[in-house]
């Protein structure tokens, strides 16, 4: 349902608000002790008023139901992809509201989705949440979504395809990542600071756009990968979606039954992502059939470093790992979901049987 904001000054933008649960509607039920979804998006929405300040002349909800975002799936983010898409044209801003366990991953797969449409259309879709329960004292769900509904009708906004707006600070979702499982300020962006902050009631914006594409930014894709990933649905990613991630580390190992049940894999290894000449050997006999995603198990940096020790790309390379191509500045999570993609739409092709 459109919801028709009384016409008090200039016409502004239609909003679409997606919601599919998350920390941001919950509250202990008394009865079982349990946390449960209980606030409704009326109970956290600014006044008219407020949102017509913004500049926002009507709005509407789409419920997607999902409650935890440890519930997320592939179908649900395709499930919010057609909303946004279904929407283009007719709303100028988007704002997902969402649990915070999994938010960076559903912005990152959006921005994978949707970003180039978005920017196309001149639209931002943020994306928001909660660290904080609704009936605990700071909490921060009524804040958070009302700088996102700012932030969507920003202007500039609408050159960065999906944000991520929390705690005052607005991160690209292609480099946004939770830091912390617990604080308000979880979320930063892995490379420099965020792209805007809110400021005495006010978006700031610090970058005029984002990273060209031909560009040395932390996301490269060319036209084709876009147009293959637009093309993307639910029944399509579903069978590539075990893609494992393991961490090594000091006699680090990768046992052979998981290879064996994945349909791809992503090693966070030490430094520039560096593996023993052991895990080397026994991961290189895999990668005829099994794609290996090497990056580095680091906060922040690149998955190799020709610079400084030169060979390191050709060293992993040449045994078949993937290294470029999209993944150097990659985090494990972000390498994963890139990985689904790129296997989905045909882009990587194993030959495992």
Not at 101 to 120: K, M, R, S, Y
Request: charged share 20%; proline share 5%; with cysteine.
């Amino acid at each position: 349902m459109r919801n028709a904001i009384a016409e008090l000054g200039p016409p502004g933008r239609s909003l679409a608000l997606i919601t599919t649960g998350g920390t941001i509607f919950q509250r202990v039920d008394p009865a079982t002790g349990s946390m449960a979804i209980a606030a409704s998006l009326e109970d956290i929405l600014p006044e008219a008023s407020w949102l017509r300040s913004a500049g926002v002349a009507s709005w509407e909800h789409v419920d997607l139901a999902v409650r935890s975002g440890a519930e997320l799936t592939f179908p649900t983010i395709f499930r919010a992809r057609d909303a946004v898409r279904s929407r283009l044209g007719a709303c100028g801003a988007f704002v997902l509201v969402t649990g915070t366990d999994t938010l960076e991953e559903f912005a990152f797969v959006l921005e994978l989705l949707l970003g180039a449409e978005l920017v196309a259309s001149g639209a931002a879709l943020v994306v928001t949440g909660a660290m904080k329960p609704f009936d605990v004292e700071g909490y921060d769900g009524r804040a958070n979504l009302q700088q996102a509904i700012q932030v969507s009708c920003s202007v500039p906004a609408a050159r960065f395809g999906v944000l991520v707006a929390l705690n005052d600070a607005v991160h690209m979702a292609r480099a946004v990542v939770k830091r912390d499982s617990q604080l308000l300020g979880s979320f930063a962006s892995r490379t420099g600071g965020p792209v805007a902050q809110v400021r005495s009631g006010r978006v700031c914006w610090y970058a005029g756009s984002p990273p060209a594409e031909d560009g040395d930014g932390p996301l490269l894709l060319n036209a084709e990968e876009r147009a293959a990933f637009a093309a993307l649905d639910a029944a399509a990613v579903e069978p590539w979606t075990r893609v494992g991630i393991w961490t090594t580390g000091v006699a680090g190992f990768v046992p052979e039954g998981l290879l064996r049940e994945v349909v791809g894999l992503v090693v966070a290894a030490p430094g520039t992502g560096s593996l023993s000449t052991a895990l080397t050997e026994a991961l290189a006999a895999w990668t005829a059939r099994l794609p290996i995603v090497l990056v580095s198990r680091c906060g922040v940096g690149l998955n190799y470093d020709d610079a400084y020790y030169r060979g390191s790309l050709d060293k992993y390379t040449a045994r078949g790992f993937l290294v470029a191509g999209g993944f150097e500045h990659l985090s494990a999570v972000q390498a994963r979901n890139l990985l689904i993609l790129r296997l989905a739409a045909g882009q990587i092709r194993p030959s495992k049987t």
